[in-house]
Nanobody
Framework: QVPLGATGGGSVQSGGSLTLSCAAS????????MAWFRRGSGNEREGVAL???????RYTESVKGRFTISQDNTKKTLYLQMNSLKFEDTGMYYC?????????????????????WGPGTQVTVSS
């Protein structure tokens, strides 16, 4: 019912941390998986992290060991904890959800395959 919307972005120095939140409403219970994407200097939205109904997670290689995706079913909120931020992490971050499990099983986290999304939040990392 309530649209997806990412919040929690901001400006930090290299090495800093941020936690992004996404008000997911019923998507946490109805969606097969949810994911975080980001748009940097290009037009494409890179798949950053994914979490499915069973709690299985996947990350793009560049953020492994630094980012953690999680969800709180009580608060109906998706999170992305970002540590050791780098300049190349700068971009607009979006959360998205998809209703079909086959999308969640794909080797790549592909934005065009996700059917629900909302406004992004800007993350700026200075050197």
């Amino acid at each position: 019912q309530v649209p997806l919307g990412a919040t929690g972005g901001g400006s930090v120095q290299s090495g800093g941390s941020l936690t992004l939140s996404c008000a997911a409403s019923k998507h946490l219970s109805s969606s097969a998986c949810m994911a975080w994407f980001r748009r940097g200097s290009g037009n494409e939205r890179e798949g950053v992290a994914l979490i499915d109904k069973e709690g299985h997670t996947r990350y793009t290689e560049s953020v492994k060991g630094r980012f953690t995706i999680s969800q709180d079913n009580t608060k109906k909120t998706l999170y992305l904890q970002m540590n050791s931020l780098k300049f190349e992490d700068t971009g607009m971050y979006y959360c998205a959800a998809v209703d079909f499990s086959w999308v969640c099983a794909e080797s790549e986290i592909t934005y065009s395959h996700f059917g629900h999304w909302g406004p992004g939040t800007q993350v700026t990392v200075s050197s």
